[in-house]
């Protein structure tokens, strides 16, 4: 896999498998009939009125729900779910099985099931990803945020870090503004701009720019890729357009079809923005400076040649923690 369509790394995969087998492991056995059995009315701070069905017997219906539709690791799905609904930490959750559902919070968690049941991403359904480090709040009008993009936020600092003069940064595609606004949070020096072709995405990211505390470090510019950002240059440019083939599109789960079909797609091959990205971004950077890109694994060479030929000689791929190609970066001649 390796593309934008694999939810989760090698790695995230491993520690939510870990997590739900230990969950299973906490609700077997007389504890869970213990749970199962209470019926102490104790209503949650943030919900109303009260019902009969307590929380473990309310997360066992969830995760038998999940289990029916194949659903990915279904048990540690339910709890997230369940504690956004409760307003709890995980530690709470584990400790409060015997705690009655008030009925409005139970409503609107078997809302969420509903919802996971028909293939709407969990991200969607709460509303938030974290990243580096901090929430973003994410719609379906925007990619959702994936653990092995941070690998272009890394690369991109560790370039830049020592420089001290004001940095010009272009995040070209930017989406929920997750790279852009990271860049922005830890390099103080930058001042980045926030390019895309959707509104509605722009609309996104200025709100997380908003709640982050950055809307005075960033721009923001609506446009077709570099038509945003006409006569400007840039110190850098970042980006993790889309680069999924369309010959791939049956193979796609409904989470990944449930989000912007712009930033998945692009062209049979999945080289139709890189192409246009490789012949145009020599004119929107200023001497020396550096392109990286995502990239879908299997890509590299193909990514690569496209660049040379667009006034970058000197190409750098980087893998990512399972070992699949994931970035290019590019330094202009």
């Known amino acids: 896999m390796g593309q934008k369509h694999s939810a989760h790394s090698t790695q995230h995969l491993a520690r939510i498998q870990r997590l739900g087998a230990a969950l299973d492991k906490q609700t077997t056995g007389d504890k869970r009939r213990r749970l199962l059995s209470a019926k102490r009315k104790t209503p949650s701070a943030d919900c109303g009125v009260t019902t009969t069905m307590n929380i473990a017997a309310l997360w066992d219906w969830a995760v038998d729900e999940l289990k029916t539709v194949g659903v990915d690791s279904p048990r540690f799905t339910a709890e997230l779910l369940l504690r956004e609904v409760m307003g709890w930490s995980r530690a709470q959750l584990l400790t409060r099985g015997a705690h009655i559902v008030p009925d409005e919070c139970e409503e609107r968690y078997r809302g969420f099931i509903r919802r996971r049941s028909l293939g709407v991403a969990t991200q969607y359904i709460i509303g938030r990803q974290e990243f580096y480090g901090r929430d973003f709040l994410v719609t379906p009008a925007v990619l959702i945020p994936r653990p092995e993009t ?9 370039a830049l870090r020592d420089r001290v003069e004001n940095m010009p940064i272009l995040d070209l595609g930017t989406g929920s503004g997750c ?16 390019s895309d072709v959707s509104q509605a995405a722009l609309d996104v990211a200025r709100e997380n720019a908003q709640r982050l505390g950055l809307m005075d470090r960033v721009l923001f510019s609506q446009g077709d890729l570099f ?30 079809l449930g989000e912007p079909e712009g930033a998945l797609f692009a062209g049979e091959d999945g080289l139709a923005v890189y192409r246009r990205i490789a012949a145009q971004a020599s ?42 190609e994931r970035v290019l970066r590019a330094l202009l001649a």
């Open 179 to 194: 790279v852009g606004l990271t860049l922005a949070a830890e390099l103080p020096q930058a001042e980045v701009t926030l």
């Open 283 to 324: 004119a929107y950077l200023s001497p020396g400076g550096l392109l990286l890109l995502e990239i879908g694994h299997g890509q590299g060479a193909a990514v690569s040649d496209l660049l040379a030929q667009g006034g970058f000689p000197r190409v750098e791929l980087f893998r990512d923690l399972a070992g699949k």
């Open 227 to 256: 038509g945003a950002v006409e006569g400007r240059r840039f110190v850098a440019i970042v980006s993790n357009p889309p680069y999924i083939p369309e010959t791939d599109r049956a193979s796609l789960s409904a989470e990944v």
């Open 150 to 158: 941070e690998i272009l936020v890394e690369l991109t600092i560790s």
